[in-house]
Every structure is written in structure tokens, then in C-alpha cells.
């Protein structure tokens, strides 16, 4: 769930923060590791207008595209970033550009500036603004974090294209099932009411159904929409969504294909942190907040490991964040001492694992789902018309 917090560092003004996290206790602490003091935390709403959806127009994605092809050009970052905030047309996105210029000509450094303005760069870019800032190549962690956010959304692309046919699938299936029995049922049952032969139990209950709307359409259509109404709102709740994200962590096999997508994320982002210099103990407290809970209870014990002058690999092997293809590449990754590199392949060879299990299951599971609305609303149909097939019979 989104957690909205205001937030202060010392000697920094008040500023806004979001952050997912499973309970207010966790967000606080992730605020605290950050270096923040909280100074008020709120659930973010989960009821939002058209306009609420669309109040943070800033793109990080663009800014730093943008801001890439600026210093390539030539021009000094603050500069750059002033030359953005002049064409820039948008009030909100103006206004946040030019604070960060302000605090450039305050003689801070870039990573100061953006880490001043939490709710637009979060702490995993201004760590990578900040490694660079050692080595002097901002231009490459620019690219480097482009890369890396690029990949991800990749990923996320193809998970949401698998799923439109099937949403589109189910949502045609709802209507034609919710067109008959609201509308055709009723009138079958008009003309099934003076027939004096036995109807079949499942086409008398059916047509029941039907007399029931006739009877009572308005507040049967009400009693539906209370109950959509209530179903929505027991999703909108963070209880309830971890509790659903809880089951499904708990079956087999949808368990182990989210466990691999947040470990792809997990290692791509300590991957990229670790290529642009960040140290191995910094970068395992900021992707910490990528991973579920129980993942995120295993990093823990992973980084403490880590810290006690373990390797890599063992640590992430005892806690049970790798599988035996990634933990194979990790030793090779210490052994030549490019472990970023090394974990970004590991990412790259989950993404595709991953991908190429949401093709398969694509495949298996659309033809399986036509076939259960085809048999539903065949069945409607088939109870509808068997009494006319008894009378004919009959009449015979």
C-alpha cells in the first residue's frame, strides 16, 4: 500500500514523501533508514478523481532522457536542467525544475538538490546521481538508470498486453451472461407460466430466477450493485489486498513466478547500484523496499551476512535469494569482480524466464477460459430452450 509522509531533514524544509509498504510502522521506518523525520503519515487514497490520477505530470523517465542529450550537447548541469525548466509549459513541473536549479545555485551538489524533493526523485536515483558525482560521469549513471528503467518497464509491458485478452475475454462472457439472465430469462419465463408438464429442476430454478427479476428487477438490481459496491471497496483495502496477495503467494506455482519477477527487479536495481559505485551495504537498504515482506526479512539476513565478511553468494544462497542458475552466476561474478554486470545478467535471464512464461500460460489459459464462457452461457441456453424440447417430445 502508498503511504503519504511529511517529511524533514535536518536543516531542510518540510517535503513530501510516498512510500509502499505493507503497514504505517514499515513506511516510518523506511522513512527513518532514509534519513528523514516523520513528521505526519497518511494511507493514500484509494478513491481518486480523473484529476487526482493526473496531479504529478513529471516524468523522471523524460527528465533524465532529456537531461542526457543536454550534456551530451555540452552544456553544464545547471544549465541543463534551467534550460528544461524554461521550456517546460507545465506549472507543476516548472515549478519543481526550478527549485532544483535554485539549490544548485546555492552551491549544493545535484544529489543535495534532488534529494530535497523526495516525492519526484526517490532514493534509488538520487543514489545513483550521488555515485556519480564521485567519478565525475553523470552523464553514464543518466544512461545507466535509462537503461535500467527501460528494461523494467519491458517487462511490465508485456505482463499487462498478456493480460488484455483475457480481461477482454471475461468482460464480453460477464455481459452476455448478465444480458440473459436479466433480460432474456425473464421474458422465457412469461411464456413457460401456463405450461402444465414437469420442467426439469435446473430449468425451473432458472426460470424462477427470471419471475424474481419480473417481480422485484429494481431492488434485485440494487442488491447487485451493493454487493459490486462492497466487493470494491474490500479491495480497496490494504487488509484485504494482503491478505489476497498472501494466498497467492501461498500456491505453487503463481508463488514461484512472483517470487522470480521480484527478484528480477531486486537484482537489476542492486546490479545497476553496484556498476555505479554504490557500496554492497547501501545498495542492499535501498532495493530492500523492491521486495515483499518475507523477501525482505530474508535480505535482511542476507545483508547481515554480508556484513560479518560472508560472500555474496553464500549469504544470498542461505537465505534463499537465488536459484541454483543465479547463484552459479554470482560465484562467477566474484570470482571476476564485475558482481553489477554479473547480477544485471541474472535479472536479464529472469526477465526472460519470466517472459516466457506468461506466453505459455497466454496460450494455455485463453483457449481454457473461452471454453468456460462458451460452456456457461451454453448452459443458460440449453435450460432456457429444454422445455420446449420435453413439449415437442411430448406432443410427438
Known amino acids: 500500500m502508498k503511504y503519504e509522509l511529511k517529511v524533514m531533514r535536518a536543516l531542510d524544509s518540510v517535503a513530501a514523501l510516498t512510500l509502499d509498504a505493507p503497514d504505517e510502522q514499515d513506511a516510518r521506518n523506511q522513512a527513518r533508514a532514509q534519513g528523514y523525520s516523520?513528521?505526519?503519515?497518511?494511507?493514500?487514497?484509494?478513491?481518486?478523481?480523473?484529476?487526482?490520477?493526473?496531479?504529478?505530470?513529471?516524468?523522471?523517465?523524460?527528465?533524465?532522457?532529456?537531461?542526457?542529450?543536454?550534456?551530451?550537447?555540452?552544456?553544464?548541469?545547471?544549465?541543463?536542467?534551467?534550460?528544461l525548466a524554461e521550456k517546460e509549459t507545465r506549472a507543476e513541473v516548472k515549478t519543481l525544475l526550478q527549485q532544483v536549479v535554485s539549490h544548485l545555485y546555492e552551491g549544493r551538489s545535484l544529489s543535495h538538490a534532488l534529494q530535497a524533493l523526495p516525492a519526484a526523485f526517490p532514493m534509488l536515483y538520487v543514489s545513483t546521481v550521488r555515485a556519480s558525482e564521485k567519478t565525475g560521469d553523470l552523464g553514464e549513471a543518466l544512461a545507466r538508470y535509462i537503461a535500467y528503467q527501460a528494461q523494467l518497464d519491458v517487462v511490465r509491458k508485456k505482463v499487462v498486453s498478456a493480460s488484455i485478452y483475457p480481461m477482454l475475454l471475461i468482460g464480453a462472457g460477464g455481459l452476455v451472461t448478465t444480458f440473459l439472465m436479466v433480460y432474456v430469462v425473464p421474458r422465457f419465463s412469461r411464456i413457460y407460466e401456463d405450461i402444465g408438464t414437469n420442467l426439469p429442476l435446473l430449468s425451473r430454478l432458472l426460470l424462477r430466477w427470471g419471475k424474481l427479476l419480473q417481480a422485484n428487477g429494481a431492488s434485485v438490481l440494487l442488491a447487485l450493485l451493493l454487493a459490486a459496491a462492497a466487493a470494491l471497496y474490500l479491495l480497496s483495502r490494504p487488509a484485504t489486498r494482503g491478505w489476497l496477495m498472501q494466498r497467492l503467494w501461498q500456491l505453487p506455482a503463481a508463488g514461484e513466478r512472483m517470487r522470480v519477477y521480484q527478484l528480477a527487479r531486486f537484482y537489476r536495481t542492486l546490479g545497476m547500484l553496484l556498476r555505479g559505485g554504490t557500496p554492497i551495504g547501501a545498495a542492499l537498504k535501498m532495493v530492500s523496499d523492491l521486495l515483499q515482506?518475507?523477501?525482505?526479512?530474508?535480505?535482511?539476513?542476507?545483508?547481515?551476512?554480508?556484513?560479518?565478511?560472508?560472500?555474496?553468494?553464500?549469504?544470498?544462497?542461505?537465505?534463499?535469494?537465488?536459484?541454483?542458475?543465479?547463484?552459479?552466476?554470482?560465484?562467477v561474478g566474484e570470482r571476476t569482480g564485475e558482481m553489477g554486470e554479473m547480477m544485471e545478467r541474472i535479472a536479464s535471464f529472469y526477465d526472460e524466464e519470466m517472459a516466457r512464461w506468461v506466453e505459455w500460460f497466454t496460450r494455455l489459459f485463453e483457449p481454457l477460459l473461452m471454453a468456460v464462457i462458451g460452456l456457461v452461457i451454453g448452459f443458460i441456453v440449453v435450460l432456457m430452450y429444454l422445455p420446449i424440447f420435453e413439449l415437442a417430445g411430448s406432443l410427438q
Open 38 to 83: 516523520v513528521l505526519n503519515i497518511s494511507a493514500q487514497r484509494s478513491w481518486q478523481t480523473p484529476t487526482q490520477w493526473r496531479r504529478n505530470p513529471f516524468s523522471l523517465m523524460l527528465f533524465s532522457q532529456e537531461l542526457l542529450a543536454l550534456l551530451k550537447a555540452g552544456l553544464p548541469v545547471v544549465e541543463g536542467i534551467a534550460t
Open 293 to 331: 515482506t518475507d523477501l525482505r526479512l530474508q535480505l535482511q539476513g542476507a545483508a547481515a551476512k554480508i556484513n560479518e565478511g560472508r560472500s555474496i553468494s553464500h549469504a544470498m544462497q542461505t537465505h534463499r535469494l537465488t536459484t541454483p542458475v543465479s547463484l552459479r552466476m554470482l560465484q
